[in-house]
């Protein structure tokens, strides 16, 4: 295992770069599907949820600061049982990052490059960060921590200048128009949050892992705050019914977007860089974790095994989907049963860790702690 040296900052870092990904994109029209002008309040809940299933992940971090879970899940349920869970946690990540990679794909060959075959563009992204993932957990955190400005900037930018559009009475009611649907509207957005799971694998790395639910708390705030916001600027600007009839509302915001004296007249170029590095990040973290965790899972000391290995695997699962639409409904779905995977099976881990009061070992903290 590499030096304890991720810092808190770093940490929450890693958690809203990948939080915030290709989902972007489609989110408001996930929260307006849901409850119409209730779309703010659905994304908070959806917030809300996601924060609870990382909460239970970072008190599991906390208590075996020393192992992944894929290691501590063994010492609480036993071996077996442990490979079970382990092994749907990685099955799922690379049905994530395939699914990134199709989205990511679609949305490219649709907005800006038209006449390319979208396995091209799949396929680059793919191996992009599978070259990417060779290196360290440190490293990792290192990149991730390099582009966080570049995301969130020029986002809150974008977001800000189109409120010049926008109308308050598109927000009313807050509690929406059809409740019904809420729900289902809140799984299928925190489902967007997934990508925090990394911070499972973070955490062992942390120069001071006590601290992680800090870290937790920070990168939840940001990234969910993004996400309302967005949400909130997406429906004040076009209404719910007319984002009803979009693909990608927050794309069409940042086209509708403009920078005083019309230094440029549409920023959604500007939008789709920023875009395209969300994806790159997002898609590198649960790339990354499918074989952080398999190496983990096989007992090997490096994970570079496994980064050109299930490439082909992804791809291949990546071109599946026939169309856009059947994509989503894909994605929807799999994002909800996830959830279980995310939120409920380290709840199981928790409670039954508390239940045979088992820990991880204390002494390498101590140990840190002295050579700080």
């Not at 921590?145 to 900037?153: A, D, E, G, N, Q």
């Not at 789709?272 to 994806?279: E, I």
Request: net charge positive; charged share 15%; hydrophobic share 55%.
């Amino acid at each position: 295992m590499e030096p304890r040296q991720i810092t808190v900052i770093q940490a929450s870092a890693v958690l809203v770069s990948t939080i915030i990904g290709v989902g972007v994109l489609a989110l408001p029209l996930f929260a307006v599907r849901a409850a119409d002008s209730g779309g703010p309040l659905v994304t908070f809940l959806a917030v809300l949820l996601a924060f609870v299933g990382l909460a239970l992940i970072t008190w599991l971090g906390i208590r075996f600061p020393d192992q992944t879970i894929i290691r501590y899940s063994e010492v609480i349920i036993g071996r077996w049982l442990a490979w079970i869970g382990s092994m749907l946690i990685i099955l799922f990540f690379a049905v994530l990052t395939s699914l990134t990679a199709r989205e990511f794909g679609e949305v490219v060959v649709t907005s800006v490059l038209k006449s390319t075959p979208v396995e091209v563009t799949v396929i680059v992204m793919l191996l992009l960060a599978a070259i990417s993932t060779r290196h360290g957990i440190t490293t990792f955190a290192h990149i991730h921590t390099f582009y966080v400005p570049f995301l969130l900037i020029p986002v809150l930018v974008i977001v800000a200048l189109s409120l010049k559009n926008a109308e308050a009475i598109n927000l009313l009611p807050i509690w929406g128009n059809e409740q019904g649907g809420m729900l289902k509207g809140t799984l299928t957005v925190a489902a967007l949050f997934q990508g925090a799971f990394i911070l499972t694998a973070v955490i062992p790395a942390m120069k001071h892992p006590e601290k992680a639910m800090k870290a937790s708390f920070w990168g939840m705030v940001i990234a969910g705050g993004l996400y309302i916001v967005i949400v909130a600027a997406t429906i004040s600007v076009f209404g719910s019914e007319e984002i009803k009839q979009l693909l990608w509302p927050t794309l069409e915001l940042a086209k509708a977007t403009t920078l005083p004296a019309n230094i440029l007249e549409r920023l959604d170029a500007a939008f789709l860089a920023v875009w395209v590095t969300a994806v790159f990040t997002t898609l590198f973290s649960s790339y990354f974790f499918t074989i952080y965790a398999m190496s983990h899972l096989f007992r090997l000391r490096e994970h570079k095994l496994f980064s050109y290995f299930i490439l082909p695997f992804v791809f291949v699962m990546a071109m599946l989907p026939q169309n856009i639409i059947q994509m989503y409904e894909i994605i929807e779905s799999v994002g909800r049963i996830g959830l279980i995977i995310t939120t409920g099976y380290p709840g199981l881990l928790l409670i039954v860790s508390i239940l045979r009061k088992k820990r991880g070992n204390r002494v390498a903290d101590k140990k840190v702690d002295q050579i700080d």
